[in-house]
């Protein structure tokens, strides 16, 4: 996309969602611990910029992270159908040539139609669910049952683009 050599490596670290912080900063908590556990897998050298993302769900205050099982999706699925709620997506960026971590969080808001068990049970089918915070992919199937959103949907996809873009400018990364 941006033309950035990088490695891709996926935490190995179980994800520590801690619900008793502002959701904002448990989210932008989630990308720091992604970035810390690359962090202490590679040399400095190895790895100058670290970036790390992760999205919550919330709605009423109570955090929605990814779901356990199939189980826990739909009842997830269930609260959420018909509302409106907030998507939150914290990211972090480690400078290793500074030693410096910058972070944010970016909250968008998305409306679900209500939705009917046989339609909760066919998305449930089609897997989409699983590793997704709320138990939905906007960019998937789940945007059938859509009627709004508010905000970034890059970052409600997982990754707000514009804010990650001037993160990078800011650590002198020449982009022209």
């Given amino acids: 996309m941006l033309g950035l050599p990088f490695k891709v490596i996926t935490s190995p670290a179980e994800e520590i969602l801690d ?21 202490e897998l590679c040399a400095e050298e190895e790895a100058p910029l670290i970036f790390g993302a992760d999205t ?16 826990h999706a739909g009842q997830m699925l269930t609260e959420l159908q018909g509302k409106t709620h907030e998507v939150i997506t914290g990211i972090a960026l480690y400078n290793g040539r500074h030693g410096s971590i910058e972070s944010c969080s970016v909250c ?23 590793g997704a915070a709320g138990s939905y992919q906007i960019q998937g199937l789940a945007s059938c049952f859509i009627t709004g959103i508010n905000g970034s949907f890059s970052s409600i ?20």
Avoid at 27 to 37: D, G, I
Avoid at 59 to 71: A, M, Q, T, V, W
Avoid at 108 to 130: C, H, K, Q, R
Avoid at 157 to 176: A, H, I
């Fill in 19 to 39: 619900e008793s912080l502002e959701p904002a900063k448990a989210a932008t908590e989630l990308a720091m611990q992604k970035v810390n556990c690359v962090r």
């Fill in 56 to 71: 919550i769900v919330v709605l009423n205050g109570k955090i929605y992270g990814k779901p356990s099982d199939r189980e």
């Fill in 108 to 130: 968008s808001t998305v409306s679900f139609a209500p939705m009917s068990e046989e339609e909760i049970e066919w998305y449930l089918n089609s897997g989409e669910w699983d």
């Fill in 157 to 176: 996809v997982g990754l707000p683009v514009r804010e990650f873009y001037k993160m990078l400018k800011k650590t002198g990364y020449v982009f022209l």
